[in-house]
């Protein structure tokens, strides 16, 4: 798999944040945005020794509401298992689909309802879910903000950290640059899938992913 830009930064600020751990042994704070169980594995794994995790669960694009439910469950029940090595929290964040509707501005544009993944639906779905992810690690004062959904082969890493970058504006709460498909992110959250016997979907969350599933 091809080098990543964004990895590579990630890369440079773990091994300073290892060479650096105070005496009191005290780690940044994350605000980790999540989408599902599944593509939160490895990177809890992969970034729990470095930082102090609180998952954020924010996902009105999901659809329908019993998938949203199924997804959140299907998290936490991993952090259940997984959560106390790791000590992680999660937050739930109201879901509001109407707020993904006018997010995407799908009644302006309704073409975006037949756009294939990695278009402007999805980027502007990966940025108001990273602006609320945001507003909240800034409201409770994180260190860090990150997304989980670099993960996924079908996502745009490089819009995702243009945009969580340009959100932060250089000041706290940072933005994480990650491509965690990387390093074999993918692959190992696949293998924590099965051994956790975590749900995985079938499509990506929203009414026009699932309806591509059905075509
Ligand atoms: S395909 Fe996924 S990322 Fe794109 S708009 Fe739908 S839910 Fe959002």
């Given at each position: 798999?091809?080098?990543?830009?964004?990895?590579?930064?990630?890369?440079?600020?773990?091994?300073?944040?290892?060479?650096?751990?105070?005496?009191?042994?005290?780690?940044?704070?994350?605000?980790?945005?999540?989408?599902?169980?599944?593509?939160?594995?490895?990177?809890?794994?992969?970034?729990?020794?470095?930082?102090?995790?609180?998952?954020?669960?924010?996902?009105?694009?999901?659809?329908?509401?019993?998938?949203?439910?199924?997804?959140?469950?299907?998290?936490?029940?991993?952090?259940?298992?997984?959560?106390?090595?790791?000590?992680?929290?999660?937050?739930?964040?109201?879901?509001?689909?109407?707020?993904?509707?006018?997010?995407i501005q799908i009644h302006e544009h309704p073409e975006r309802a037949s756009?294939?993944?990695?278009?402007?639906?999805?980027?502007?779905?990966?940025?108001?879910?990273?602006?609320?992810?945001?507003?909240?690690?800034?409201?409770?004062?994180?260190?860090?903000?990150?997304?989980?959904?670099?993960?996924?082969?079908?996502?745009?890493?490089?819009?995702?950290?243009?945009?969580?970058?340009?959100?932060?504006?250089?000041?706290?709460?940072?933005?994480?640059?990650?491509?965690?498909?990387?390093?074999?992110?993918?692959?190992?959250?696949?293998?924590?899938?099965?051994?956790?016997?975590?749900?995985?979907?079938?499509?990506?969350?929203?009414?026009?992913?699932?309806?591509?599933?059905?075509?």
């Open positions: 798999m091809s080098s990543s830009p964004y990895q590579k930064q990630l890369d440079e600020l773990l091994k300073k944040l290892a060479s650096s751990k105070s005496a009191a042994n005290t780690k940044p704070s994350l605000l980790l945005h999540a989408c599902c169980g599944p593509c939160s594995s490895y990177v809890l794994e992969y970034l729990s020794q470095y930082f102090a995790i609180t998952v954020f669960y924010y996902n009105p694009n999901i659809y329908p509401q019993e998938e949203y439910n199924r997804r959140l469950n299907e998290l936490k029940n991993f952090y259940t298992k997984f959560a106390p090595a790791a000590n992680v929290n999660v937050v739930e964040e109201a879901y509001n689909p109407e707020d993904f509707y006018n997010a756009e294939p993944e990695k278009g402007e639906r999805c980027r502007l779905c990966y940025k108001f879910r990273l602006q609320k992810a945001y507003e909240y690690a800034a409201a409770h004062n994180y260190d860090y903000y990150c997304t989980t959904l670099s993960i996924s082969p079908f996502k745009d890493a490089e819009k995702i950290n243009v945009l969580g970058t340009e959100i932060a504006k250089n000041s706290a709460p940072l933005w994480l640059p990650s491509d965690f498909k990387k390093h074999g992110g993918f692959q190992r959250s696949l293998e924590l899938s099965t051994e956790y016997g975590l749900y995985r979907q079938q499509y990506c969350g929203c009414i026009y992913s699932s309806k591509r599933l059905q075509d």
